[in-house]
């Protein structure tokens, strides 16, 4: 399993020195937050590039800050809008191959859009197709406050969508929505792909890893016994820790747990 950390927990930190701060520190595998268009072209992508290249960063996955657009453009009744964000992602997604980068981040509709369960299910097959073309897998991520709260609705796009489509399990935004990650498990847990971690306690719902009390062992567990084998990204909030250096210490702290589990 490989451990990291995601550039978006740095922000307001511009992404290439985000990445920068963390391939400094050690930290091998990230997710890259992508906070502007620009950030893909141009002397910043070139950065990021070098930043890759010189501290031998694996980049597991994308996550895009157009994420709040995609109620609108996505999922709304609009087609020009919906094909402009499918031209806007098509960028992201040649992107990602160029880096080696096999996951994007879907977030989705927000729960005041009120879309059709069949319409959300059309578009997210329109973009996963897409994105095969370039050998990259969109993920839909458990979201608080989106349709992807709902573990019966992931799990009819489980159903529904058959081997055309992937989640992420984001375990803060688990916790936001009021359920437990295991849950989450249970129901989609053969198509999980990619993993948001954090750990918590009676107080705060997205802690560094050791600061907390979440049951990472009997995560670890459920995890091995659905061969689950792909990346763990530490993703926290800028108020959740006090120095970059705990982002460090966050993987090396997940890595050991992981380490003591496999004994």
Excluded at 154 to 169: A, H, I, T, Y
Excluded at 234 to 252: C, F, G, Q, W
């Amino acid at each position: 399993m490989d451990i990291g950390a995601s550039t978006a927990c740095l922000y307001p930190l511009e992404t290439e020195k985000a990445l920068y701060e963390l391939a400094v520190r050690g930290v091998r595998n990230v997710e890259i937050f992508i906070n502007s268009v620009d950030e893909l072209e141009g002397g910043i992508y070139a950065d990021m590039k070098k930043t890759i290249k010189e501290y031998g960063v694996s980049v597991k996955s994308f996550h895009p800050f157009s994420s709040p657009m995609e109620s609108v453009f996505l999922f709304g009744n609009y087609p020009r809008r919906t094909d402009y964000l499918i031209d806007m992602y098509k960028k992201y997604f040649e992107k990602l191959a160029e880096l080696g980068a096999e996951y994007f981040v879907l977030h989705g509709a927000i729960l005041s859009s009120h879309v059709e369960d069949d319409l959300y299910m059309e578009r997210y097959l329109r973009l996963y197709r897409i994105a095969k073309e370039f050998g990259v897998t969109v993920l839909q991520e458990n979201i608080c406050y989106c349709k992807s709260k709902d573990i019966d609705f992931l799990r009819k796009m489980s159903d529904q969508l058959g081997d055309e489509v992937r989640f992420v399990l984001d375990t803060k935004q688990a916790r936001r929505s009021g359920t437990d990650a295991f849950d989450y498990l249970d129901a989609i847990g053969d198509k999980v792909a990619h993993i948001h971690i954090s750990d918590c306690d009676e107080n705060c719902d997205c802690l560094p890893i050791g600061k907390g009390v979440f049951d990472f062992t009997k995560l670890f567990k459920r995890l091995d016994e659905l061969c689950y084998d792909n990346a763990m990204i530490v993703e926290l909030y800028r108020e959740n820790y006090t120095s970059y250096d705990e982002l460090r210490d966050s993987v090396a702290a997940l890595q050991s747990k992981l380490k003591d589990y496999r004994g």
